[in-house]
């Protein structure tokens, strides 16, 4: 359980924190803060206190290969390893050292990479003065070659050390207060081949001075064949040399006296000490950068250790400062870092309260953590070099920085920098970063007007394909946009053919064009078009497999641009010979179509062209036959033989109109044994009346049946009005062929044969082995004599009626709608009638009153005085002046009708000139029935003849208006008398 203080301390340093927990997604090109982790990442720094509570205050603490050893103030070092549970190993100093006062204290910790061996420096509180130097491996010893030397650096042997085994510690290089380098190595005391009176040391001997003025020696660092540095306070030195290749010590003596001068570097003093810090990839490889805490800031820079910068006696390049302090940020004031430790990308200075980390890429501050005296004040930092972890420790409390994913959002520094290579290299395991680099290299690129290389890394990103090519388009960056294509093409499977199908189909079209735009300037020679070319050949070739389904396609556009050598290259390629043929052939081309056939020699293609190339060169092409005849069927080569008869016999029938029999007979027999097809075409020209035909029809007949020629025989049946033998045949081989010919021949027979026919198809579908009964029932809807009841005798007698109940259905509604048209049309018919009685009725109940003064309209004389037509308009009128008004206007058959009625009704006792009433007539009781029967019907014949309408409003009248007063006829007379 967390105590108090522990709780109170984490609450204090989440509150003090600055980290900004936000990712940005978009790069950093405002040099802003860059965000340390998302809401859904682990953060990259994060603390973790160790559970360990110290007896005295810490005053050191150093750690390496996962060995952490702690100086306290009470003179006592701890070690602990923390791959065996933090295992802790306590050695009091007081033993080793005379310290009669008690003023001494530790100065300094030294370890080696390997955790293995630590050097320990103390001096006099008082005096400043080294009180002792102690090796401390597996026991402590005094090391006495190095008493009086205040030791501030040592460089350790890095090759030894990643031989875990050994034991030593190899030639090192120790630094002193006083600016003394020496080399020595160290063996532990019950391991020494020396006496232990003499100390760790198997040699020691001074390797070099950086001078009287120089100062302390903060850090050293070297590697075996590579270059060493050294640096005091305010002086970074670079030693570049070859060691020693014999087997006396010491080793590094020749490195520091080089005859050139040493190379260093001076920063301004602001501090009491400095600090040297480097980053390795890895725990047995050579540093890759450096950092050197100093007064203006931290100067990091990357080693460079080719061969060109060993000769140049320097490996210090890349040299950027870091400054931590500035004017806005106001957080460090006027005090100096307790300490600092270097990563890959980011510099971790430690101060007096405060942990700031700062990006060595962009100088940006990305975390800030503040820590309380909770656990007293913040003493040191420290980094484990072998496995990177940072620790921070205060007088009693020891804090682990765990580094996760240091590298996520580095490469949006580098794509601001514009440094594309680098982004990619750190985002190379994620694709959406990837993408997002690979798209803003190629906008720079395009933003330069380096179109190609734009191209080329669009091709590679994910960015839309349609809006990458319309920018080239609308540019007129033809070459950028073929880029383009062939480096997407490049990036496709080959499952993806519909893709490459269409980028080879677009890239074919755009070589076409510049081919064609150089042809037309006049430069199908030039370089330039042959270089188009052959990468119109090698896009052809590279592709040729995708292009089989779509070759027609790529014919169409070759052939669009006329361009004839690559059309035929390309049919080559695909070995399309029949296209090369058929290319040469539509040209005119004869002679080379005979060479690429000759060339080939397939016989199947000389079964198909010679026909054509007998047309042209009869000579070369029998010649060739002749040649090639042991492989060929010379049956099969009939066709071509005889097409030149075929074309002169047809010229005959066609052109000249000869109908000779003779030559028809002929033709038709040559197409039923060369070209069934055209024959098909003739018999449909020449009809199906047996009459008019100019051939000999048995003869066709029988040479079709011979040919076994189904459909020709079916034909010529017809045409013989063999109806039912045509329509037996057809069913043979082809239903809807009998189908045709039953409906064709219905034309010539009547319904009842037509009818017969369409039963023989009937019930042939329903007896054929599939017993087809849904077919069967669908005939009844193609002809429309049929009935279900019709071909219900031919159905097996135990079919299950689901198969034609809905053509019973369908036939019973029909039934049903004809009975209810005829129910519609009597109940109409009987309306009708009923109408028709009662209009009879009415009319005869209808009247008009007659006053006896009313007179005839025509004659003025009173109407009651004899028989007369009363019209509804109010006219009246006597029959025969009526009659006498009438007759001109009627038409002749009319009028010799009217004067015949009158003779018979004057015969049989009528009116002459002057007509009796209706009542008159029939009063007589003379006559007999029979003839008043007959003087009634012709009454009823005048009365329908005259009385229809009124004369003066009726239509005759009217119609009249346009007949002269006097007829032409008249016309002569009628001057005679106006004469």
Not at 261 to 272: A, E, F, I, L, W
Not at 310 to 317: D, G, K, L, R
Not at 946 to 962: A, H, K, L, R, T
């Amino acid at each position: 359980m967390a105590s108090l203080f522990d709780q109170y301390e984490r609450f204090a340093s989440l509150s003090g924190s600055t980290s900004r927990p936000v990712l940005d997604v978009e790069p950093n090109h405002d040099n802003s803060i860059i965000n340390m982790c998302s809401d859904s990442e682990d953060p990259i720094f994060s603390k973790h206190k160790l559970d360990f509570l110290p007896v005295d205050n810490i005053t050191h603490l150093v750690v390496s290969n996962n060995h952490v050893v702690i100086a306290l103030r009470n003179k006592t070092i701890l070690r602990m390893d923390l791959l065996h549970g933090s295992q802790t190993t306590d050695t009091e100093l007081t033993a080793f050292i005379s310290d009669k006062s008690h003023t001494s204290r530790v100065n300094h910790l030294f370890l080696d990479p390997t955790g293995k061996h630590c050097i320990i420096n103390v001096i006099n509180s008082e005096t400043q003065v080294s009180a002792e130097n102690l090796y401390l491996a597996r026991k402590c010893v005094q090391m006495s070659k190095m008493r009086g030397h205040v030791i501030t650096a040592v460089g350790w042997n890095y090759e030894v050390s990643a031989r875990s085994q050994s034991n030593t510690t190899a030639n090192i290089l120790i630094g002193t207060n006083k600016g003394l380098i020496f080399e020595s190595e160290l063996v532990p005391a019950d391991e020494s081949k020396f006496f232990p009176i003499g100390g760790p040391e198997q040699y020691f001997k001074q390797a070099f001075e950086l001078g009287s003025d120089a100062g302390p020696v903060s850090a050293i660092e070297f590697h075996k064949i590579r270059p060493l540095s050294a640096h005091e306070s305010i002086r970074l030195y670079q030693f570049v040399g070859n060691a020693s290749n014999t087997s006396d010590s010491p080793y590094l003596y020749q490195v520091f006296n080089t005859p050139y001068s040493t190379p260093y570097q001076d920063m301004p003093r602001h501090m009491n000490f400095s600090q040297l810090n480097f980053y390795y990839p890895n725990p047995n490889s050579i540093p890759q950068s450096f950092g050197w805490l100093t007064g203006p800031g931290v100067l990091c820079g990357r080693i460079d250790i080719s061969p060109k910068s060993v000769t140049n006696n320097s490996v210090i390049s890349d040299t950027t400062l870091l400054t931590y302090r500035s004017e806005t940020d106001t957080s460090f004031n006027d005090e100096n870092p307790i300490g600092f430790v270097l990563t890959q990308y980011h510099v971790l200075i430690l101060m007096r309260n405060f942990l700031k980390i700062i990006c060595v890429l962009n100088d940006e501050v990305v975390f800030e953590e503040y820590f309380t005296e909770t656990y007293g004040k913040l003493v040191g930092i420290a980094k484990d070099p072998t496995r990177g972890t940072v620790w921070v420790f205060t007088h009693l409390a020891i804090y682990r920085y765990r580094i996760v994913a240091e590298d996520r959002n580095i490469w949006k520094i580098y794509l601001a920098k514009r440094d594309f290579e680098a982004a990619k290299r750190l985002a190379r395991n994620d694709a959406i970063k990837t993408n997002e680099i690979i798209c803003s290299e190629a906008n720079y690129y395009f933003s330069k007007k380096n179109y190609e290389k734009s191209a080329s890394l669009y091709a590679l990103s994910h960015k839309c394909f349609e809006e990458i090519a319309l920018k080239f388009i609308q540019i007129n960056e033809d070459e950028a946009l073929k880029q383009f294509l062939v480096c997407k093409l490049d990036t496709l499977s080959l499952k993806d053919t519909t893709q490459l199908t269409v980028l080879v189909l677009w890239l074919i079209e755009i070589q076409l064009n510049q081919m064609g735009s150089l042809k037309n300037a006049g430069k199908e020679s030039s370089h330039d078009y042959q270089l188009i070319e052959a990468e119109f050949e090698s896009l052809l070739s590279q592709n040729k497999n995708c292009l089989i389904k779509s070759r027609k396609a790529v014919y169409d556009l070759i052939e669009s641009h006329g361009n004839q050598k690559n059309w035929i290259h390309f049919a080559v390629l695909m070995q399309d010979y029949d296209r090369v043929i058929e290319y040469h052939l539509q040209h005119k081309n004869y002679s080379q179509a005979l060479t690429v056939l000759r060339q080939q020699g397939v016989t199947d293609m000389f079964y198909r062209f010679a026909p054509i190339i007998m047309q042209e060169m009869p000579a070369e092409l029998i010649s060739l036959l002749i040649q090639l005849a042991p492989q060929l069927d010379s049956t099969k080569l009939i066709p071509a033989l005889c097409l030149e008869t075929i074309r002169y016999l047809e010229h005959c029938a066609y052109k000249l109109g000869d109908s000779d029999p003779v030559i028809h007979n002929y033709l038709l027999a040559l197409y039923a044994q060369t070209t069934p097809d055209k024959l098909m075409t003739y018999l449909s020209m020449k009809g199906e009346d047996e009459s008019t035909v100019p051939y000999d029809i048995r003869y066709a007949a029988r040479i079709c049946c011979e040919l076994g020629l189904e459909r020709a025989c079916v034909h010529l049946y017809s045409t013989m009005g063999m109806c039912e033998e045509a329509v037996d045949l057809a069913l043979t081989f082809d239903i809807q062929l009998a189908k045709q010919t039953a409906d064709r021949s219905g034309d010539q027979i009547g319904d009842q044969l037509r009818k017969k026919l369409w039963l023989r198809i009937a019930r042939h579908v329903i007896s054929s082995e599939e017993k087809d009964i849904k077919t069967a029932t669908k005939i009844l809807k193609e002809c429309e004599l049929l009935k279900i009841e019709d071909i219900l005798p031919f159905f097996p007698d135990f079919a299950t009626i689901d198969h034609f109940k809905e053509a019973i259905c369908s036939s019973l509604q029909e039934y049903n709608r004809n009975i209810e048209s005829l129910k519609e049309d009597m109940k109409s018919a009987t309306e009708s009638a009923h109408q028709i009685r009662q209009d009879i009725k009415a009319f005869r109940n209808k009247f008009t009153i007659i006053r006896t003064e009313d007179n005839c309209t025509v004659c003025s004389y009173p109407v009651l005085n004899r028989a007369f037509y009363a019209f509804p308009c109010g006219h009246l009128f006597h029959n025969d002046c009526l009659v006498s008004e009438l007759m001109p206007y009627l038409p002749q058959s009319q009028q010799q009708r009217v004067d015949e009625i009158q003779r018979n009704l004057n015969y049989s006792g009528g009116p002459s000139t002057q007509f009796k009433t209706n009542n008159d007539v029939l009063g007589d009781q003379s006559n007999s029935i029979s003839i008043a029967n007959d003087r009634e019907r012709l009454l009823n014949e005048l009365d329908d003849i005259v009385g229809n309408e009124c004369f003066y409003c009726g239509d005759i009248i009217i119609s009249s208006i346009d007949q002269p007063f006097i007829l032409p006829e008249e016309m002569s007379q009628a001057m005679e008398g106006w004469d």
